[in-house]
């Protein structure tokens, strides 16, 4: 049986919810794997796979976060801490 959601929508066990997908989620679990990655650097093929997301999303966090200087590109698929 399906239990009721947020909202007192159905859901099926482990199916994802609105919240669970939300790019501030996301990005609070993103920015988590970048504070304890070594040297700051982060390879984004391994956290869109660890998160289990499309790298879209990842891309979705990493231009705003290199918009406001907090990141940079380390090499192709790797961003760093300024």
């Known amino acids: 049986q399906k239990e009721a959601g947020p909202g007192g929508h159905r859901q099926s ?4 919810t609105r919240y669970d997908t ?6 609070k679990k993103f920015i ?3 504070s304890e990655s070594q040297d700051g650097v ?9 998160l289990d997301v499309q790298k879209r999303r990842i891309y979705d ?3 705003v976060l290199e918009g406001i200087q ?10 760093q801490w300024v």
Not at 42 to 50: H, I, R, T
Not at 70 to 79: E, F, G, P, T
């Open 13 to 16: 066990p482990g199916e994802k």
């Open 32 to 34: 988590y794997l970048l």
């Open 42 to 50: 982060l390879d984004l093929n391994w956290a869109a796979e660890v």
């Open 70 to 79: 907090l990141i940079r590109k380390k090499a192709k698929n790797n961003i």
């Open 61 to 63: 966090i990493t231009n």
């Open 22 to 27: 939300s790019l501030g989620l996301l990005t």
